[in-house]
T-cell receptor, first 114, second 117 residues
């Protein structure tokens, strides 16, 4: 089945130690998104790629970066994780065509910062 | 700019009872509307979507929602709750044909549904 895959599902990192979360998709969608979701809150969009074009949300901290080397893969890099960055990170994809704008989500990566 | 309001951060029902989760939106153009469900430590799963076709939309797991333009609402219902429906539900909006987004969604704050035996 076509899907969005996130690895790892659970990630523990130390305060200040860089960490990379990965997302891959077999849907061949042209848009990929990264969200941060804290407990009992709605997902918060960090940035998205429309094909190779990177679009950062205005309030996304500089500590968060992303790479999309090809259509299938997208990475979230946290350069110096702080305790406040502990959260669930969700990757999503969509195909932006007329009349179809739903997003398909991966299972998420739960990040713990010690 | 569009926004979404979900009335009630927590809803509790008995098994077999009607489920009603409320969602109101604001949008300057006819929007696309979505309901997602999230189980603990999982991603979001699409329940159903409204894309300007039928105003009554049927989704997975017996859920449905009705788009009411006059009330700017898109409430989610299920006639008979099941224990497995316990989860968090998010309403989301995207500008429709007149929008300039790339499919970006604006989410409501979520409603946690508890189902009692």
């Amino acid at each position: 089945d076509a899907m969005v895959i996130q690895n790892p599902r659970y990630q523990v990192t130390q305060f200040g130690k860089p960490v990379t979360l990965s997302c891959s998709q077999t849907l061949n969608h042209n848009v990929m998104y990264w969200y941060q979701q804290k407990s009992s809150q709605a997902p918060k969009l960090l940035f998205h790629y429309y094909d190779k074009d990177f679009n950062n949300e205005a309030d996304t901290p500089d500590n968060f970066q992303s790479r999309r080397p090809n259509t299938s893969f997208c990475f979230l890099d946290i350069r110096s994780p702080g305790l406040g960055d502990a959260a669930m990170y969700l990757c999503a994809t969509s195909r932006v065509t007329q009349g179809s704008k739903e997003q398909y989500f991966g299972p998420g990566t739960r990040l713990t910062v010690t | 700019a569009q926004s979404v309001t979900q009335l009630g951060s927590h809803v509790s029902v008995s098994e077999g009872a009607l489920v009603l989760l409320r969602c109101n939106y604001s949008s300057s153009v006819p929007p696309y509307l979505f309901w997602y469900v999230q189980y603990p430590n999982q991603g979001l799963q699409l329940l159903l979507k409204y894309t300007s076709a039928a105003t009554l939309v049927k989704g997975i797991n017996g859920f449905e929602a009705e788009f009411k333009k006059s009330e700017t609402s898109f409430h989610l219902t299920k006639p008979s709750a099941h224990m497995s429906d316990a989860a968090e539900y998010f309403c989301a909006v995207n500008p429709g044909a007149g929008g300039t987004s790339y499919g970006k969604l604006t989410f409501g704050q979520g409603t946690i549904l508890t189902v009692h035996p």
